[in-house]
C-alpha cells in the first residue's frame, strides 16, 4: 500500500473532529466537513475518502440523509460509513445499519474503539478495492477485461445517447501471434502483449477505455470521436507498434474501426462491423 488511506470526519462541532482527529491522524490522512453538503462534495471528487466517520445530527443535512444519498450514487455507494453519535438507543442504531452504515459508534468518544473499529473496516475496504481491481482486469496487461469492458461500453453508450456524443471503437489484433508463440515461446509471447497494451494505453486518453479483448486481441471505446477521428487514432497505434519493436520482435497489428450509430444500430453491431474492417485489413494484409 503505497498511500495512507483517507479518513472523512463529518461533524458540525470542530471539538468533536478534533477528537477524532487526534485518535486516527498517525495512520490515516484526514479530512474533515462540518456540514453534509461537504461530505457529498468531498465523497464525490477525485480523492475519495475510503472511510466516513459520519455525526447524525447536523443541521441542514443530517447525518441520515447524507448517508442515503451516499448509498445512492454508485460514484459514493462503496464509501463505507460509521455514524459517530450521541443518539445510543438501540432504535437508532438499528436505524443506522439500515440506511447503509457499516457500524456505529456512541459518543463520549473511547480513542482505543474508535481506532480498532476504524481499522478493521479500513482493512475490509482495502480488500474489497483490490479485488474488485482484480475482478475487472486482465491479469498480464492490467487493462480492463472483455466482461467489464461490454459493462463499461454500456454505461457509456447510454451517456453518448443522451448526450449525442459520437463513440467509436477500435479492434486492435495482432499479427500471427499464434507463429509468435511457436517460434519463441510464450513467454516472449506474453511480452509482446504486455508491450502491445503498453503502446496503446500511451494512445489512450482519460476517457477512452482500453481492454483486452481476446488472447492477442484488444478494444478501445472512444468517445467523442467519429469514424475520420477513431482511423486516424488506430492507424496511429498501428505505426506506433509497427515502430517500437516490441520484445526486439517485428510486430504488426491489424485494426479495424467502426462508428456506433446511437440513432440505430446496436453496440453488437459496431462491433461486428469493426470486426469485419480488422478482418479485411488484415486480409490484405497477407493477400
Ligand atoms: N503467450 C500467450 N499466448 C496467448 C495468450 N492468450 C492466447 N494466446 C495464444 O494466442 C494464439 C492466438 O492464435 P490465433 O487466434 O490463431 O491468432 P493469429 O496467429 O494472430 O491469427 P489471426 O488472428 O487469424 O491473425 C493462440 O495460440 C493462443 O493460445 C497469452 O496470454 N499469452
Not at 145 to 167: C, G, V
Not at 173 to 189: A, K, P, R, S
Not at 230 to 241: F, M
Amino acid at each position: 500500500m503505497d498511500r495512507k488511506p483517507i479518513v472523512l470526519l463529518v461533524d458540525d462541532m470542530p471539538a468533536n473532529i478534533k477528537i477524532l482527529a487526534d485518535c486516527l491522524s498517525d495512520q490515516y490522512r484526514i479530512k474533515v466537513a462540518t456540514d453534509g453538503y461537504k461530505c457529498l462534495s468531498i465523497a464525490n471528487s477525485n480523492d475519495k475518502p475510503d472511510l466516513i466517520l459520519l455525526d447524525i445530527e447536523m443541521p441542514e443535512l443530517n447525518g441520515h440523509e447524507v448517508c442515503r444519498r451516499l448509498k445512492q450514487s454508485v460514484e459514493t455507494a462503496n464509501i463505507p460509513v460509521i455514524f459517530v453519535t450521541a443518539k445510543s438507543e438501540n432504535r437508532d442504531e438499528e436505524k443506522g445499519f439500515k440506511i447503509g452504515a457499516v457500524d456505529y459508534i456512541t459518543k463520549p468518544i473511547h480513542p482505543a474503539i474508535v481506532k480498532a473499529r476504524v481499522a478493521t473496516h479500513i482493512i475490509l475496504k482495502l480488500q474489497k478495492d483490490e479485488l474488485s481491481y482484480m475482478i475487472n482486469r486482465d491479469q498480464l496487461t492490467r487493462l480492463y477485461n472483455r466482461q467489464y469492458f461490454l459493462k463499461l461500453a454500456y454505461k457509456k453508450l447510454a451517456r453518448s445517447i443522451q448526450h449525442e456524443r459520437d463513440l467509436s471503437i477500435i479492434i486492435i489484433d495482432i499479427d500471427d501471434f499464434n507463429q509468435i508463440n511457436e517460434q519463441y515461446g510464450l513467454t516472449v509471447g506474453d511480452n509482446v502483449i504486455k508491450n502491445v497494451a503498453s503502446i496503446l494505453t500511451q494512445h489512450c486518453g482519460k476517457e477512452d477505455i482500453a481492454a483486452r479483448y481476446t488472447g492477442e486481441e484488444f478494444i478501445i471505446l472512444v468517445e467523442e470521436c467519429n469514424l475520420q477521428m477513431a482511423s486516424d487514432k488506430a492507424e496511429n497505434i498501428r505505426q506506433s507498434v509497427a515502430a517500437a519493436t516490441p520484445g526486439g520482435l517485428d510486430i504488426t497489428v491489424s485494426v479495424g474501426v467502426a462508428q456506433i450509430n446511437l440513432n440505430s444500430s446496436s453496440f453488437e453491431q459496431a462491433l461486428k462491423k469493426a470486426s469485419k474492417a480488422l478482418k479485411d485489413s488484415s486480409h490484405s494484409l497477407h493477400d
